[in-house]
């Protein structure tokens, strides 16, 4: 990996100082350029390999396969534990690594470096809870012994939104359940998993249990992955177009998946919230990230009784908002990862406009250098415009105004996602009642944030399939093995 001379003072050296890894070895070269999506300058260039270094990937992860499968737990948590050590050690070079090549503001980056360490910590005391199951069937014939094993080398894919924490929220119940794995991070942003990975190493990792490649190729690389007959999970992190292509490829192979996909939260605000309390939370569910997160709130949905009041608070505080590269320390709103990413944004709000839409702050792209989209209200957005129904990914807020509890309900459930949402009210109950009847896998109440290692993350419908995190995210990487046993 070259970095370019101007970012080098930014990082440690001692993390960036390498390309691919496989099997060990760093292997540096050139072939992906990666930009600071602040000013779209250069910023470093690492390796693009070939199907044979993909396959040389999965050679390395079989050859470490048997030896890690048969380390004690114990020792596996210790190095994952220690691996969660040296992140926290080097939390603030990581925090550097992710501002300059993602471009969210660093106090956005430090959370999300502590984010992903803590997935370290928590497989690394998983890694020794790994449950089994003992049972006398009911004819009383036999005995029903269930044991959980590794269910072998794991290809994990993981987009540009959370560079680290994405990662570590595979690697760390992969390696713990036992397996080996081959990391596919996002071409937009390589090098803070090789900057992790260097840290494994030191944290003890024997080679080949994590390889990391990045690509041009994301699909054939992939595809011959998936068609050798070793891989036998596929964990992806991405939007819903790519997971389906994926999941067609690894139905051909019969391989394991686990898919956490695109969102489009609700974030509904029912007239007895308390205003200050949702909006902060608004703030949180939209603004963590520049908007560029899967759990983004996407529609505010707000009763009529308090919709002029939240669209007034929320328009202040996203006004006063500084908007600006990562790395500057007072910059609250970093660039898009992509001019592309300004683009798409630029198309849902305008078409939004055109509907009859008022921005009451923002609304249009910033011309300057890097890929700038300003922090947006819309308020009397037609409920049925294409950014009801797409992942904006940015910093706009859509407003739509609702009576009673069956509208918000009935409108909160029209998309085909539903991986997060959120729910603002003073009555429990309600909240609960409501809650129940929202198709997502996971909901807020009163809450902005609801991401926690400890919680089962993960969506229905469209929004994939499986859970990572908390104690089932170990489950993901492992099958059960069923003993009949008479004795
Ligand atoms: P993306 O375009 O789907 O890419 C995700 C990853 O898939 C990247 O590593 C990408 O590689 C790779 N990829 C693309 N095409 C591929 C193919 N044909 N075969 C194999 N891999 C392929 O998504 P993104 O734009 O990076 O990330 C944003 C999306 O991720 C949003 O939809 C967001 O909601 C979702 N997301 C979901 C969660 C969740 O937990 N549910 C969390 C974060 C993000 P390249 O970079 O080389 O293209």
Redesign the pocket.
């Known amino acids: 990996m070259t970095f370019h001379a101007k970012f080098s003072g930014y990082a440690d050296p001692a993390l960036h100082a390498a390309g691919l890894y496989i099997g060990g070895k760093w292997q540096s070269g050139s072939g992906i350029t990666v930009l600071d999506p602040s000013t779209g300058n250069l910023l470093a260039e690492v390796a693009d390999p070939s199907i044979e270094d993909a396959q040389r990937a999965v050679d390395a992860a079989d050859a470490a396969a048997a030896g890690w499968r048969a380390t004690p737990a114990r020792q596996r948590s210790e190095i994952l534990r220690r691996w969660y050590q040296l992140m926290t050690q080097h939390a603030e070079e990581l925090a550097t690594l992710i501002v300059l090549e993602n471009g969210k503001a660093l106090a956005d980056a430090r959370g999300e470096v502590a984010y992903a360490a803590e997935f370290f910590r928590w497989y690394a005391e998983e890694a020794t809870r790994i449950p089994g199951e003992f049972r006398h069937t009911p004819s009383g014939s036999h005995n029903i012994l269930v044991d959980h094993e590794p269910i072998g080398i794991a290809v994990l ?6 560079p680290a924490a ?1 990662a570590t929220r595979k690697i760390g119940p992969a390696l713990a359940a036992g397996c080996t794995v081959i990391l ?5 942003t390589p090098l803070t998993a090789y900057a992790m990975a260097r840290l494994g190493e030191e944290a003890g990792v024997p080679p080949g249990v994590v390889n990391v490649l ?3 190729n ?2 054939g690389i ?1 595809n011959a992955m998936l068609a050798d007959p070793r891989v036998r999970k596929l964990s ?8 389906r ?2 999941l067609a490829e690894a139905a051909k192979s019969v391989v394991s998946c686990s898919m ?4 489009n939260a609700p974030f509904i605000v029912f007239d007895d919230a308390d205003l200050e309390a949702a909006l902060d939370g608004a703030m949180i569910a939209k603004m963590r990230n520049a908007g560029e ?2 759990t983004a709130a996407n529609r505010f949905y707000v009763q009529a009784g308090i919709h002029d009041a939240f669209v007034a608070g929320l328009t202040a505080r996203m006004k006063s908002l500084k908007l600006g590269p990562g790395y500057d320390p007072e910059t609250q709103c970093g660039p898009m990862i992509t001019q592309n990413a300004v683009r798409k944004i630029d198309r849902l709000v305008s078409e939004a406009l055109a509907a009859g839409a008022r921005a009451t702050t923002g609304g249009k792209p910033l011309t300057e250098n890097g890929y700038f989209y300003p922090p947006t209200v819309l308020e009397n957005v037609p409920v049925n415009a294409s950014i009801a129904r797409e ?1 904006i ?1 940015g910093p706009v807020a859509p407003v739509y105004k609702f009576e009673s509890d069956d509208e918000a309900i009935r409108l909160a459930n029209n998309t085909e996602y539903g ?1 997060a949402a959120y729910i603002y009210s003073r009555d429990l109950k309600r909240a609960m009642k409501v809650g129940k009847r929202i198709e997502t896998g996971m909901l807020g109440i009163n809450r902005g944030l609801m991401s926690d290692p400890a919680a089962p ?3 229905v419908k469209q ?2 399939l499986g859970r ?1 995190g908390g104690v089932t995210g170990i489950l993901e990487f492992m099958e059960p093995k069923y003993f009949a046993v008479d004795y």
């Not at 894919?157 to 959370?162: L, S």
């Open positions: 894919i993981t987009p540009w939104n959370f994405m596919k991070p996002a071409s937009e990045t690509t041009s994301p699909g992939t992806f992190t991405g939007s819903t177009g790519v997971g292509v994926l956490e996909l695109g969102g997160a899967c992942e990914f991986l993350f993960g969506g929004s994939g990572e």
